[in-house]
């Protein structure tokens, strides 16, 4: 027996950050980094804001939110007991808010009626997931955290505040679009809802990503980037990720990579091992298919390949090239790491639901091939 159920109400499309008129007479505590405390966007936010709120801050956060930021946000929020929270910016704005949110709740009912997320970039879906992702600065371990109290009640989807996203970070979140989507799609836990909501993702990345990178001004192409990551964040949340996420979180932690970023340059590599297995090899090609990546006549293998060629050709559109060295992140130290970082995958919640259960070695030779 499977299960699905979308618990966050979703508002999308151009103006849906009108949403927020509806509030009077609340405590709004919004999480944001610094530098979007400052930038016009949040004033945008504030302008949706009536007078008669009371409306706190707390801008701390950094990439990769670790326990000490949660801790002094959870600090904050005990103090301020606000009706409303927003995680407003990119996924790790969204995902100390929901983290901080969770964690306080746990302990004491702090009388939130509403928790809310406003995602800036297209890339991470954790305005409509279930998950969070905390990282431990000491021990350089993220820690991914799964549980049904942490869905957003509302997420609003506004294609306008992404329109100044430099390219790179379009770049980048969008592959983590496309990670969702296709790990959601051969994870052991898809079902034919997360299939539909994983295909439609995926289409829309190969469509729509290379047009956002040249043209970020493109609102309604900003909208359909906006939507995908949404609809991926849905399927992974109900289905579960792999092996990439998996890798690319000890990627993350040990040399602080963007996240989409790491995951575009594990993604070719990836999939060429799970398709050792038949049924993600299926599926796989499947996928080529309903994305027109190939002809519907050919074999599953043709298909893979020509999956991995596609994805290997977006890279080359939106300039990500296919190593760490190439994209200027520090490798050195990385073979000493790895029995660390080997075991720290293996252990990694994402790891669970991948369909192809890679051998210490197989782990150790996907990390070495994006040296």
């Known amino acids: 027996m499977t299960h699905f159920s979308v618990k966050t109400k ?38 949706q804001l009536k007078e008669k709120n009371e409306v706190y801050l707390f801008s701390d956060i950094s990439p ?3 326990i000490e930021t949660v801790v002094k946000g959870i600090e904050q929020l005990h103090k301020i007991k606000p009706q409303v929270i927003i995680g407003f910016g ?10 901080m949110n969770f964690i306080a709740s746990q302990h004491q009912d702090l009388g939130l009626e509403y928790c809310i997320a406003i995602p800036t970039t297209s890339g991470t879906g954790s305005e409509v997931s279930s998950a969070t992702v905390i990282s431990d600065k000491q021990q350089g371990k993220k820690h991914p955290i799964f549980h049904p109290d942490i869905f957003p009640d509302v997420a609003i989807l506004d294609p306008e505040l992404t329109v100044t996203l430099p390219d790179n970070i379009t ?12 790990e959601a799609y051969v994870s052991t836990g898809a079902d034919d809802f997360t299939d539909a909501l994983a295909e439609k993702a995926t289409y829309i990345v190969f469509k729509y990503l290379p047009i956002a990178f040249r043209n970020g001004k493109c609102v309604s192409t900003r909208e359909k980037m906006h939507n995908a990551s949404a609809m991926a964040g849905m399927a992974f949340t109900q289905s579960g990720l792999g092996i990439n996420h998996a890798l690319a979180h000890q990627l993350g932690a040990q ?21 050792k297995d038949i049924r993600a090899r299926k599926r796989y090609a499947r996928l080529a298919k309903f994305c027109q990546l190939c002809p519907k006549g050919v074999n599953d293998n043709v298909a893979v390949n020509q999956l991995v060629y596609q994805i290997r050709q977006l890279l080359k ?5 296919g190593t760490m060295r190439a994209n200027g992140v520090d490798h050195r130290q990385l073979r000493e790491k790895l029995p660390e970082m080997v075991k720290a995958t293996q252990a990694d919640k994402t790891f669970e639901t991948n369909p192809y259960r890679a051998s210490e070695n197989e782990i ?6 994006v040296v």
């Open 90 to 99: 990119g996924g790790s704005a969204i995902d100390a808010a929901k983290a």
């Open 255 to 275: 040399y602080h990579m963007p996240h989409g970023l790491a995951n575009a340059l594990l993604l070719p590599h990836t999939i060429k091992l799970n398709a």
């Open 10 to 47: 979703v508002y999308s499309g151009v103006g849906s950050l009108s949403y927020l008129n509806k509030f009077s007479g609340k405590k709004i505590w919004i999480v944001c980094d610094g530098f979007l405390a400052s930038s016009p966007l949040f004033a945008r936010l504030e302008n």
């Open 171 to 182: 770049a980048n979140t969008g592959m983590d679009v496309l990670t969702h989507a296709i």
């Open 64 to 66: 990769d939110p670790d």
């Open 364 to 369: 150790r030779k996907l990390f070495e091939a």
């Open 317 to 321: 559109e939106i300039n990500i090239k």
